[in-house]
DNA sequence: TATTGTTATACTCTATAACTATA
DNA sequence: TATAGTTATAGAGTATAACAATA
């Protein structure tokens, strides 16, 4: 028996038994895929994700929303700015020092439509497995994260 | 009962449901670990993956390479040219337009020293999953890969 | 015509250090 | 002193288009 070839016509490489591997892989297919499905909204992946905190969370800091998403201070600037540029959130002046941020009207119609595409693109990649493997993967992901998840140093 | 809030006193977002967001986050913990474990090597993990396919492959080029890993073309040439400056690989003209790759002594124990850093930050991760856990991982990932995993278009 | 390596360039995300104005 | 937001800058990876030399 011939060792399996890819379309590269090399054979497998071992690192295809590394998790890190494999799990750099496949996220960035499902990034790319993700990219392709947010492109005509014009929002690129990181954007829609703190837009989708915001709204869960009316009021939060964008120090916060970094926090959540493990985006550091200084790259949730950029961020929150095209959202504010858009029209998409709104500020309130908090404390002085730090902003309350909420969804706008313009923004509530961008994070439903985000949802049903998100939606769409999750179902592509769920589909592949039964349940007990999806459960699987969401019990071991997270704990992935739990081994080193600080956003800030 | 509360909800269950993180470190950064928001309550976790609904994005924590998605396989892709979940992917994400986990595959950048596990990159963060491999750069600081090769850090000291002075090898970028795009470099030392790529010198792994070399040394599993000896005499493929550096388009091939780059299919294995899904790295494109134009993006192979800066990572080559940084093998080739330190002496880890070398060429043989092959065909007039590609070249056989191969690791050198030098990039051979570079090898050797990039594994047994790979195997400690595998097993750091690994160590969280029991054998059944790590099974399903490792059969469902490149399950996500073979959605769409064209390195060129 | 197609392929290999290359150049040039831009985009996305990430990382660090330092500043300001508040608290 | 510590925190929120900011600026500036660099690094790493990825994407596209185009070209020369070769097949």
Chains 1, 2 share one sequence.
Do not use: W
Not at 2 to 27: I, K, N
Not at 66 to 76: D, E, F
């Amino acid at each position: 028996m011939q060792p399996t070839r890819s379309a590269s016509g090399l054979p497998a490489t071992s690192l295809d038994r590394l998790l890190g591997y494999q799990l750099r892989r496949a996220s960035a297919v499902m990034m790319a895929d993700l990219a392709r499905e947010l492109a005509d909204l014009e929002m690129r992946p990181a954007e829609v994700t703190a837009l989708l905190v915001i709204g869960e969370n009316p009021g939060c800091s964008q120090t916060e929303v970094g926090q959540v998403l493990g985006i550091k201070r200084a790259n949730m600037v950029p961020i929150i700015s095209r959202l504010m540029d858009r029209d998409l959130i709104d500020r309130e002046r908090a404390d002085g020092r730090s902003h309350a941020l909420r969804v706008t009207e313009t923004g509530a119609a961008v994070v439903a439509d985000a949802l049903a595409r998100i939606e769409r693109h999750e179902a592509r990649f769920s589909e592949l497995f039964d349940a007990a493997t999806l459960d699987a993967l969401h019990a071991a992901l997270p704990l992935i994260r739990g081994q080193r998840d600080e956003a800030e140093g």
